[in-house]
């Protein structure tokens, strides 16, 4: 199985200031027909998660440009460029290139 | 408009069985894989089980293999989890969501395991 490492798992931010969540794969996420399904999700409290960045770096439709998603290999990063309030919630990464699919363990984005 | 919408949940005895649905709409169901996504209780997300759009293809997390089976009615535009020999550590939300086109989630389905 493909394990999937999020760093920092709690990341306290001011408004209006960057941010930045890590994820590393256990192994290379490109699939047969050539894409990397390498996935960043937001799940904001009480709601199920959505989808913010797809394929890397790919914004997923109504996505605000203030998210970023880079990398490639096994290392990938999504970028907050200015935090909102309404980020607030917990980042997953997830890998759907190969079965199983995995997730990381989710970064918890809070104000401080 | 995308919406996926899982019905079926509640509260059974271990080693008892139960059926999740999920209804969607908006999109041609017979065109996409479905996958069915749990998080139990103040944890992460678990992938459970995906099924091809024409249903002949099934994956399943290890965890669940040979306990829970994955289907489709694409005439009814409709997705299952047959969930068998269930456990206290199968508590939690299920969620449905179509992961490669609309990455589309429904709102989840409690399923809580106790005696």
């Known amino acids: 199985d493909i394990v999937m490492t999020q760093t920092p798992l709690s990341s306290p931010v001011t408004l209006g200031q960057p941010a930045s969540i890590s994820c590393r794969s256990s192994?290379?996420?490109?699939?047969?027909?050539?894409?990397?399904?390498l996935s960043w999700l937001l799940q904001r409290p009480g709601q199920p998660p959505r989808l913010l960045i797809y394929?890397?770096?790919d914004r997923f439709s109504g996505v605000p440009d203030r998210f970023s998603g880079s990398g490639a290999g096994t290392e990938f990063t999504l970028k907050i460029s200015r935090v909102e309030a309404e980020d607030v919630g917990v980042y997953y990464c997830?890998?759907?290139?190969?079965?199983?699919?995995?997730f990381g363990q989710g970064t918890k984005l809070e104000i401080k | 408009e995308v919406q996926l919408l899982e019905s079926g949940g509640g509260l059974v005895q271990p080693g008892e069985s139960l059926r999740l649905s999920c209804a969607a709409s908006?999109?041609?169901?017979?065109?996409?894989?479905m996958t069915w996504v749990r998080q139990a209780p103040g944890k992460g997300l678990e992938w459970v089980s995906t099924?091809?759009?024409?249903?002949?293809?099934?994956y399943s997390a290890g965890s669940v293999k040979g306990r829970f089976t994955i289907s489709r009615d694409n005439s009814k535009n409709t997705l299952y989890l047959q969930m068998s020999s269930l456990r206290a550590e199968d508590t939690a939300i299920y969620y449905c969501?179509?992961?490669?086109?609309?990455?589309?989630w429904g709102q989840g389905t409690l399923v809580t395991v106790s005696s």
């Open positions: 997830m890998q759907s290139t190969q079965f199983p699919y995995t």
């Open positions: 099924i091809s759009d024409s249903g002949t293809g099934t």
């Open positions: 908006g999109f041609t169901f017979s065109d996409y894989a």
């Open positions: 192994q290379g996420l490109v699939h047969s027909d050539g894409n990397p399904y």
């Open positions: 969501a179509e992961l490669r086109r609309f990455w589309s």
């Open positions: 394929k890397i770096s």
